[in-house]
Nanobody, 124 residues
Framework: QVSLVESGGGLVQAGGSLNLSCAAS????????MGWFRRAPGKEREFVAGISWSGGNTHYRESVKGRFTISRDNGKSTVYLQMDSLKPEDTAVYYC?????????????????WGQGTQVTVSS
């Protein structure tokens, strides 16, 4: 069992930055690949980024490549999403997730554990 709690969301102007955190608890946390998803108003939840259990491999959706960076600190049981050059279309609720499968799997049903989400709003 893994419990996830996100933080760090907020309101930012276009071009600004935010750093999301996801605190994980559970003895088996380090066995899981971790990821971030988001759900914009009126849209489906979509994959944003994933990171392997070791942190050595990452994968991003095309629209955030070069702007977002996912990382993890297993000593602190925390996953991060650094978001730079934010755009209004990045506005969404951002969710942290964990999977025993592949870090690059964008299918929501493959991710077992979810946080409650944190709101990110980017104004133009």
């Amino acid at each position: 069992q893994v419990s996830l709690v996100e933080s760090g969301g907020g309101l930012v102007q276009a071009g600004g930055s935010l750093n999301l955190s996801c605190a994980a608890s559970g003895r088996t946390y380090t066995r899981y690949a971790m990821g971030w998803f988001r759900r914009a108003p009126g849209k489906e939840r979509e994959f944003v980024a994933g990171i392997s259990w070791s942190g050595g491999n990452t994968h991003y959706r095309e629209s955030v490549k070069g702007r977002f960076t996912i990382s993890r600190d297993n000593g602190k049981s925390t996953v991060y999403l650094q978001m730079d050059s934010l755009k209004p279309e990045d506005t969404a609720v951002y969710y942290c997730a964990a999977t025993a499968g592949q870090y690059f799997d964008s299918r929501r049903e493959r991710w077992t554990y979810w946080g409650q989400g944190t709101q990110v709003t980017v104004s133009s």
